[in-house]
């Protein structure tokens, strides 16, 4: 089945810091999503991405859909504690199996120590 | 409510017993979804809804496993003989319709199964 390689699995990041993380596919797909995840909550849409080469910012996160629409990336500006989540990248067709999202694995991100 | 909901929040069983788990959409969204997150990974697509039917049931894991949905609005997703396998977090979703790009996920459900 389709899968949604995310990388890196986790980063350590300090204030001020601008992070990066990517997700990669097989397979293509229509749409790509950012979702972040805080303990105990579920995911919460940050970006949607509809279109191949697209850029979008949103705040301080600006994410890109790959032009071969097999990949995407989020970066996040000026890193702050409240950063700190898991963020996931989501694959979406939208004219198949009802928009069901394919997901990452995730990227744990944590405050260096 | 103004977001989507989940109940229990928590639910510790012993393996072979069975549990429902119940989700309230935003009102008014027709496509509801269920996904199940292992600790530490991604979710996991399990089914889904457009009103009361569920044209989609491939992520299902076995047969075990069953959802509703009765008057377009709350799910239930049953587990029978629950196994310790099954342990997870179940997340439940809605978006305005099927077509509709953006899905608004619950706290989610955690699931123990002794």
């Known amino acids: 089945g389709q899968q949604l390689n995310q990388s890196p699995q986790s980063m350590f990041i300090q204030e001020g810091e601008d992070v990066s993380m990517n997700c990669t596919s097989s397979s293509i797909f229509n749409t790509w999503l950012w979702y972040k995840q805080d303990p105990g909550e579920g995911p919460v849409l940050l970006i949607a991405l509809y279109k191949a080469g697209e850029l979008t910012s949103n705040g301080r996160l600006t994410a890109q859909f790959g032009i071969t629409r097999k990949d995407s990336f989020l970066n996040i500006s000026a890193s702050i504690p409240s950063d700190v989540g898991i963020y996931f990248c989501?694959?979406?067709?939208?004219?198949?199996?009802?928009?069901?999202?394919?997901f990452g694995g995730g990227t744990r991100v944590l405050v260096k120590p | 409510g103004a977001g989507v909901s989940q109940s229990p929040s928590n639910k510790v069983t012993e393996k072979g017993k069975d549990v429902e788990l119940r989700c309230d959409p935003i009102s008014g969204h027709t496509a509801l979804y269920w996904y199940r997150q292992s600790l530490g990974q991604g979710l996991e697509f399990l089914i889904y809804f457009q009103g009361n039917s569920a044209p989609d049931k491939s992520g299902l894991p076995s047969d075990r496993f069953s959802a509703e949905r009765t008057g377009g609005s709350v799910s239930t997703l049953t587990i029978q003989r629950t196994q310790q396998e099954d342990s997870a977090v179940y997340l439940c979703?809605?978006?305005?319709?099927?077509?509709?790009?953006?899905?608004?996920f619950g706290p989610g459900t955690r699931l123990t199964v002794l």
């Open positions: 979703a809605s978006s305005l319709r099927v077509a509709s790009l953006g899905q608004f």
């Open positions: 989501a694959g979406q067709i939208s004219k198949a199996a009802g928009n069901k999202l394919t």
